[in-house]
């Protein structure tokens, strides 16, 4: 007998569709945050949260931390994912294994019908697009924080508010919907 492991991590295998979810508007979105614990990561959630807040009038925020940068969360935060929020920023993409895992658990997200999306380093796009043709899904979006900024780990509070407002308007764009339930792009 030969048993193998599947590389990609995919939950529930065939029954998953590889597609985006609905948009809908933020307002009123219950956001969910995924922190892998790398740097500042949390912080800079939490930032991109009170913009979406202030400026789409996103509701609450539901922060689930992942017991390590490359793995997906743990199966009753994953739950909690599912039951409590109405759209997920993943993130920081900032080094190999992360930024496959953090464009993944977007994607699986998505699956799942959770509009989500991924927050990588410009340095890491080689991995990330790799990981979503992987998982048939090519032209996935993302977020990509530019390579000017160094390692998330150094970053200052002047820097996390920075790259947050940087990042703020593409990050609704790409979660929500215009009031006509057009996509807010």
């Given amino acids: 007998m030969?048993?193998?492991?599947?590389p990609t991590g995919v939950r529930n295998r065939g029954q998953v569709p590889h597609r985006m979810a609905a948009r809908r508007p933020l307002a009123g979105a219950r956001v969910g945050l995924v922190s892998n614990?790398?740097?500042?990561?949390?912080?800079?959630?939490?930032?991109?949260?009170?913009?979406?807040?202030?400026?789409?009038?996103?509701?609450s925020a539901v922060l689930v931390r992942k017991?390590?940068?490359?793995?997906?969360?743990?199966?009753?935060?994953?739950?909690?994912?599912?039951?409590?929020?109405d759209v997920v920023i993943a993130g920081f993409g900032g080094?190999?294994?992360?930024?496959?895992?953090?464009?993944r658990d977007a994607m699986e997200l998505e699956w799942a019908g959770i509009p989500s999306v991924a927050l990588v380093h410009e340095d890491m796009l080689p991995a990330v697009d790799a990981m979503t043709k992987l998982a048939d899904m090519p032209d996935y979006p993302y977020v990509v924080v530019g390579?000017?900024?160094?390692?998330?780990?150094?970053?200052?509070?002047?820097?996390?508010?920075?790259?947050?407002?940087?990042?703020?308007?593409?990050?609704?764009?790409l979660l929500?919907?215009?009031?006509?339930?057009?996509?807010?792009?």
């Fill in 2 to 6: 030969l048993i193998t492991l599947d």
């Fill in 37 to 59: 614990g790398l740097g500042r990561t949390e912080d800079l959630l939490g930032a991109v949260y009170s913009l979406l807040r202030d400026d789409a009038h996103a509701a």
């Fill in 67 to 85: 017991p390590h940068r490359s793995v997906p969360p743990l199966p009753e935060d994953w739950d909690r994912l599912l039951t409590d929020t």
């Fill in 95 to 103: 080094c190999g294994s992360c930024s496959t895992r953090t464009i």
């Fill in 147 to 173: 390579r000017t900024r160094t390692s998330l780990c150094d970053w200052d509070d002047a820097t996390v508010a920075a790259v947050a407002k940087e990042i703020a308007g593409e990050t609704m764009a």
């Fill in 176 to 185: 929500g919907a215009a009031a006509d339930g057009r996509s807010a792009q």
